[in-house]
T-cell receptor
Framework: DTAVSQTPKYLVTQMGNDKSIKCEQN?????MYWYKQDSKKFLKIMFS???????INETVPNRFSPKSPDKAHLNLHINSLELGDSAVYFC???????????FGSGTQLSVL | SQQGEEDPQALSIQEGENATMNCSYK?????LQWYRQNSGRGLVHLIL?????REKHSGRLRVTLDTSKKSSSLLITASRAADTASYFC???????????????FGKGTKLSVKP
């Protein structure tokens, strides 16, 4: 069983569209994250949720809105997609603070 | 601003050789972690070393931490082709309140192990 699963794996869309990426973890972890990895492999945190509560909201445009219906799910909705949003988005979870994150396999978003 | 920075950016070695990657960081930390990322995959946690530890081993991995120099190294001994991946160091940042903190990743070292 996959510990942290995110869908879809690939997402190709046009500028201006709205899209969502789903993430689920079956590890029973309290904290979930969204990271963005750019073309140079630089990984930057976007959001952190602990038990459905937003903990960290880095300098991310308002077009990005995370939603956590329960502590096992953290979805990412993106409005009005822009070319610069093209990247790989990773969901992750952890049980104890920021020690030992478990990552999903990533969603490669391409905005045309 | 970026916390961790790996060196070298890329490393190519032959199977059986040792691979050493370095990481430097800027602020005080609680712990430092190393992750591996295979091409097209998510990151996998390898090892965590706490700020009061100087060295840690896990299988063929050896991690050292020098808090006075704000640096860490990851040594992979007797490398294998399957070790080919990008390796990232990550440090927790103490600039957020509460216990959750924030894990900040470096840009990674791309390791290529040739059979």
């Amino acid at each position: 069983d996959t510990a942290v699963s995110q869908t879809p794996k690939y997402l190709v869309t046009q500028m201006g569209n709205d899209k969502s990426i789903k993430c689920e973890q079956n590890l029973g972890h309290d904290t979930m994250y969204w990271y963005k990895q750019d073309s140079k492999k630089f990984l930057k945190i976007m959001f952190s949720y602990n038990n459905k509560e937003l903990i960290i909201n880095e300098t991310v445009p308002n077009r990005f809105s995370p939603k956590s219906p329960d502590k096992a799910h953290l979805n990412l909705h993106i409005n009005s997609l822009e070319l610069g949003d093209s990247a790989v988005y990773f969901c992750a979870s952890s049980q104890r603070g920021v020690e030992k994150l478990f990552f999903g396999s990533g969603t490669q978003l391409s905005v045309l | 601003s970026q916390q961790g920075e790996e060196d070298p950016q890329a490393l190519s070695i032959q199977e059986g050789e040792n691979a050493t990657m370095n990481c430097s960081y800027k602020t005080s930390i609680n712990n430092l972690q190393w992750y591996r990322q295979n091409s097209g995959r998510g990151l996998v946690h390898l090892i965590l070393i706490r700020s009061n530890e100087r060295e840690k081993h896990s299988g063929r991995l050896r991690v050292t931490l020098d808090t006075s120099k704000k640096s860490s190294s990851l040594l992979i001994t007797a490398s294998r082709a399957a070790d080919t991946a990008s390796y990232f160091c990550a440090t927790d940042a103490r600039n957020y309140g509460g216990s959750q903190g924030n894990l900040i990743f470096g840009k990674g070292t791309k390791l290529s192990v040739k059979p």
